[in-house]
Each structure stands twice: as C-alpha cells, then as structure tokens.
C-alpha cells in the first residue's frame, strides 16, 4: 500500500494526505511513505518567542520525529518541491529515498541564523554525502537547487517542475509504485540490513545481512519468486 504524508511543519503530528488503505503498518503488504509538505523549516519567529528550556523540548521532539521516520519499517520517500531548508532538508534527509523538483531549494542553512543544525542535520548529512561536503554546506549554510542537489547525490531524482507544482511529489508516487509490487519482507529486511550494517564495520554488516537473509529464507515469497522465475510468469508476493 501506499501512503502519502503531507507535513505541514515537520514538529508537528502527521497527517495523512491520502492513502490507499487503513491498514496497520507492519501488515503483509509493502508500505511505502512520501512525505510531501510546503516544508522551510523551523518558524524561527515561533522559536525566538521560547525561553532556553522550551527550545530544548521543542528540538527534542523535532529529533525525535526524525529518528520516528529514520526508523520507519517500510520505505519512505521525501518528495521536494519549493523549499527545503534547515527542518525541511533534515525531514528527508530521515527518508530513505529524496526526490526534487528542479528548481527546488534545499540547504542546511542554520549557520545563517546563529544556530546549527539539531535535528540529525549534523550526522545524516555526512553519510549521505561524506564528511568533507558535509562540512562544507554545514559551515557554508549554502543553498542548493534539486539540480545540483543530484549532481551531489543528496537526491535520487530530479525533474523539471510541472504548472501543478507537484513534479517531485508525482515522480516520487512513480518510484514507489516500482517497489510496491517486490516481495513485502524482502524488502523490509533489505532496508533493516543496509540501515544497521552502516553504522558498524563491514565484517558485523556482514553478520546483520547473514541474519537478515537467514529471516528471510522459510518465507513463502521466497519459495514464489524461485517458483515464478522458473515458470516464466511475474510472482504473486503476500507478504508471508
């Protein structure tokens, strides 16, 4: 199933902009989320209104959300479309997948503002792009379009935008109608693998995808796809 967030501001709860089932994640069908929004960032008019204790809750819980999303079962895809910066760009840098409009603008910019990134900017940014550009945008607090965004990688697609507005959140729709049909667990344990085996050395990343292969193995859509292959015929996966 697919199921579009729409974020209006990337503290606050989400809201579903609409989505093709009610089931519960963690059923047996693939779940794939783009999280879509009219996303700048933190308000910081709201924010210079807080005292020094309320800035610390509310950067809390704006990280909190991030890792909420990072740690999000199925694949999500972050689809830009205007603006992303600061709050915005840490939102889909928490996303496994990023897609941007052409013309769109996305930067960690809170070194313009005396502050610095503090909802995962500061160490998602580099394992994306490594440490040294990492670095060089943080310290910059330089904005780049979705087209130089790709070039760097920070993207996995860019597109020129449409007279709806709305090119990065279509391709996005488009990218994961592709991983919706691939077996559910498959595809979940993929992500769990790829996710946990980069934060160690490569000898345990072996070791974590040897488990999640393992897991992987008594599945009935393990059994259908080696099944469908031989009988030339596209699998029917259950999620089982």
């Given amino acids: 199933m697919l199921r579009v967030l729409c974020l209006l501001r990337p503290w606050r709860p989400l809201r579903a902009r609409g989505c093709a089932s009610d089931g519960a994640v963690g059923g047996s069908?693939?779940?794939v989320r783009a999280l879509a929004g009219p996303d700048q960032g933190a308000?910081?008019?709201?924010r210079e209104q807080m005292s020094e204790a309320e800035v610390g809750v509310f950067v809390?819980?704006?990280?909190?959300?991030m890792n909420d999303i990072a740690a999000f079962p199925a694949p999500t895809i972050a689809a830009m479309d205007g603006f992303a910066l600061g709050g915005?760009?840490?939102?889909?840098?928490?996303?496994d997948l990023r897609v941007a409009a052409s013309?769109?603008?996305m930067g960690l910019i809170e070194t313009?503002?005396?502050?610095?990134?503090?909802?995962?900017?500061?160490?998602?940014?580099?394992?994306?792009?490594?440490?040294?550009?990492?670095k060089e945008l943080i310290f910059t607090g330089r904005r780049l379009s979705g087209t130089e965004a790709h070039a760097l990688g920070l993207v996995n697609h860019a597109v020129a935008q449409n007279e709806e507005g709305d090119a990065a959140y279509q391709r996005a729709r488009a990218l994961a109608q592709e991983i919706l049909p691939q077996a559910p667990i498959a595809v979940r344990l993929g992500k769990v693998a790829i996710d946990r085996g980069m934060e160690v050395d490569i000898a345990s990343g072996m070791a974590i995808e040897g488990m999640c292969y393992a897991q992987n193995i008594p599945t009935r859509d393990r059994l259908e796809g080696m099944a469908a292959f031989r009988e030339k015929r596209p699998p029917k996966f259950v999620g089982k």
Avoid: H
């Fill in 43 to 46: 308000d910081l008019k709201e």
């Fill in 112 to 134: 313009t503002r005396g502050l610095l990134p503090g909802a995962g900017g500061t160490q998602r940014l580099p394992r994306c792009l490594g440490v040294a550009l990492a």
């Fill in 88 to 95: 915005g760009l840490e939102l889909a840098l928490a996303c």
């Fill in 29 to 31: 069908e693939i779940q």
């Fill in 103 to 105: 013309s769109a603008i």
């Fill in 60 to 65: 809390q819980r704006l990280r909190g959300l």
